[in-house]
């Protein structure tokens, strides 16, 4: 099968490349490399540039490229930023939804699978979140994927396109140091930049009803991510006709201060970190239920959190050479 891989020069879209290609799949990555980089593509994968919003564009590269199924990543994903912008984070990734989704069923591409996220529960109260728990979104960001998994379910439906979405915990780590995340908006780059900086790292709020106060999150390598993509595809290929949303995590709960714990070790750094409120908006635990996926497609993560810290610090170091400890 051909699969586009939308937002295939990003940090996660670029590692799914890799694993569609390592298991005999043909790719085609589509990207305005708004956040992506050209060079994450590899060399004999075709990249087009242009945005999920150009239907036209969108349209020509299915057909001319013979694309057969259709893995969604682009977006903006910044929960922050998309409080101060909320119709840019509509616009981009509900209005981009929708005008792919046309594409799409325009050129009777067979499946589709799209990048949703835990932030689509917000605030759930309970110890592991299963995909029947409710669907509070907390930002506007969240709100964009709920909404995008419904317009994906109802196309699903209405037209026969195979659906799959994938609701990710908190993504982390590196298949390779040149594919490491680059931005600094999840915990573990903000703790490498603060110790970088040779300043304590932050821990928002010690007061959440936790065991050690701080908040909980469910980590998982990108590399296990990406085989999900995997696993989901060919489970859409087996199945034509089926739609299923599924959480992709481990079903571990971490918290912020073992965390920062584990990088001090790794890095060498020995920095206590430092106390500062609570964030608004920030839930105490977020931990996936990890059994659909395991029962429905048989898949499991395989990475503990040592090997997304370890990878991910090779990135950094990569990066930021003057890092490096010893
Ligand atoms: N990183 C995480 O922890 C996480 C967690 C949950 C869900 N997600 C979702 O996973 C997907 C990938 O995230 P990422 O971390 O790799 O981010 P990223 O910013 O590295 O990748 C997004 C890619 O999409 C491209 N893009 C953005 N808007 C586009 C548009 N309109 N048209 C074409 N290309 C466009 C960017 O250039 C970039 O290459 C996103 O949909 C994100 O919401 C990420």
């Keep these: 099968m051909t699969w586009l891989i939308t937002g295939g020069a990003g940090y996660i879209g670029a590692h799914v ?72 984070y509509y616009r981009e990734n509900v209005e ?7 594409a799409v069923t325009a050129a009777e591409v067979g499946s589709f699978v799209f990048s949703s996220s835990a932030a689509v529960y917000g605030m759930p109260d309970v110890n592991l979140v299963t995909e029947e728990t409710p669907c509070v979104p907390m930002s506007p960001y969240g709100e964009t994927k709920l909404a995008g998994e419904w317009l994906v379910r109802a196309t699903g439906r209405a037209t026969g396109l195979s659906t799959a979405s994938l609701r990710y915990f908190n993504v982390a780590g590196a298949a390779s140091p040149e594919l490491a995340d680059v931005g600094v908006f999840n915990l573990i780059p903000m703790v490498f930049e603060k110790l ?40 859409l290929q087996a199945s034509p006709g089926s739609n299923f949303t599924l959480n992709i995590g481990r079903g571990e ?29 920030d839930p105490a635990r977020v931990v996936a239920s990890a059994d659909r996926i395991a029962t429905e497609l048989d898949w499991k993560a395989k990475y503990d959190v040592q090997d997304m810290i370890t990878s991910a610090w ?13």
């Design 17 to 88: 490349v890799r694993a569609m290609l390592d298991a005999g799949e043909q790719a085609v990555v589509y990207d305005d490399l708004s956040t992506g980089i050209a060079d994450r593509v590899p060399a004999d994968v075709p990249l087009v540039v242009g945005s999920v919003l150009d239907g036209e564009l969108v349209s020509r590269t299915l057909t001319e490229r013979s694309v057969t199924g259709v893995v969604h990543l682009a977006a903006k994903k910044q929960v922050g930023e998309s409080m101060e912008l909320p119709l840019h």
């Design 253 to 281: 709960g971490v918290s912020v201060r073992e965390m920062i714990d584990r990088i001090n070790a790794l890095t060498g750094y020995d920095r206590p970190p430092v106390t500062t409120p609570r964030r608004p908006g």
């Design 196 to 235: 970088t900086e040779n300043a304590p790292p932050r821990i928002f709020g010690d007061d959440y009803p936790t065991p050690d106060g701080t908040c909980v999150r469910d980590y998982i390598h990108v590399v296990d991510l990406a085989e999900a993509h995997v696993t989901a595809a060919r489970a």
């Design 314 to 326: 090779a990135g950094w170091v990569r990066l930021h050479p003057k890092a490096a400890r010893g």
């Design 96 to 102: 981009g939804l929708r005008v792919l989704l046309e």
